[in-house]
C-alpha cells in the first residue's frame, strides 16, 4: 500500500506585498478595507516582512518525510500551496492512502473542520483515488504536551525566571504535585516577561 502525509495550515503571505490578496482569501473573497490592509502590512513589517508559517511547515514536511521514508505534502487553506494546488500532486504520486493532519491540535468546526471540509473538496476535484485518514485531534496527546513542556522549560531557563509564578502570576496552581493551568490570553495582551512577579 502506498502512503503518504498531508500537513494543513492556515497559510500566510511571505511578502508584503501579497498581503491585501491574502487578506482576500482569509474573508471569503471580500476584500478587506484600505485600514485592515495598512494595519496587517504594518504587523508584518514589524516581524520582519514575511510570515515563517510556511518556511516551518515545510521544515516539519522535510523532517517528517526523512523519518518516515514516505511522501509529505503541505497544503495551505488561504495562500500558496493551496489546498487545491496540492491534492494534484497527491493524485500524481498515486497513493492508496494519506494521513491528514491539520496543524492545529484542537478540533472545532471553524477550524480543522474547515480543513477537513476544504481538503475533501479538493480531493474530490483534483480525483484523488486515496483514502484520506484525519488526526482530528491530538491536542492532549502526551508527546505533544511532553514537547510543549518541554519548550516551555527551555525559555524559562534562557529568560532565567525561577518559576512559571515569576512569568505569569495568573497562573493557578493545583494542589501539590497536580497541573495547574496557564492563562495564555489576557484582555491587554503582554510579552511575558514584562509581566510583574508575584509574592
Not at 511578502?15 to 482569501?25: G, H, K, N
Not at 477537513?116 to 483515488?129: F, H, L, M, Q, S
Not at 482530528?136 to 525566571?161: C, G
Request: aromatic content about 10%; glycine content about 8%; proline content about 8%.
Amino acid at each position: 500500500m502506498k502512503q503518504g502525509v498531508l500537513l494543513l495550515a492556515h497559510g500566510a503571505p511571505e511578502r508584503i506585498e501579497d498581503v491585501e490578496s491574502y487578506l482576500t482569501f482569509v474573508r471569503g473573497g471580500r476584500p478587506a478595507s484600505p485600514r485592515i490592509v495598512e494595519e496587517v502590512e504594518r504587523r508584518y513589517q514589524a516581524i520582519g516582512g514575511s510570515s515563517p508559517l510556511l518556511a516551518w511547515t515545510r521544515a516539519q514536511a522535510q523532517a517528517l518525510e526523512r523519518m518516515l521514508a514516505i511522501p509529505v505534502f503541505i497544503g495551505m487553506r488561504n495562500w500558496h500551496p493551496f489546498i487545491r494546488e496540492t491534492m494534484d500532486r497527491v493524485r500524481d504520486a498515486g497513493l492508496d492512502r494519506i494521513a491528514a493532519i491539520a496543524l492545529a491540535p484542537q478540533f472545532s468546526e471553524l477550524s480543522v473542520g474547515l480543513y477537513i471540509k476544504r481538503t475533501e473538496e479538493a480531493a474530490r476535484e483534483a480525483g484523488v483515488a486515496a483514502e484520506i485518514v484525519w488526526a482530528r485531534s491530538f491536542h492532549d496527546d502526551p508527546l505533544l504536551v511532553e514537547a510543549f513542556a518541554e519548550n516551555w522549560s527551555r525559555w524559562l531557563r534562557a529568560k532565567r525566571f525561577s518559576s512559571p509564578r515569576t512569568v505569569c502570576p495568573r497562573r493557578r496552581w493545583g494542589p501539590k504535585g497536580a497541573p495547574g493551568t496557564l492563562t495564555t490570553a489576557k484582555p491587554a495582551p503582554q510579552p511575558l516577561w514584562w509581566l510583574p512577579a508575584s509574592g
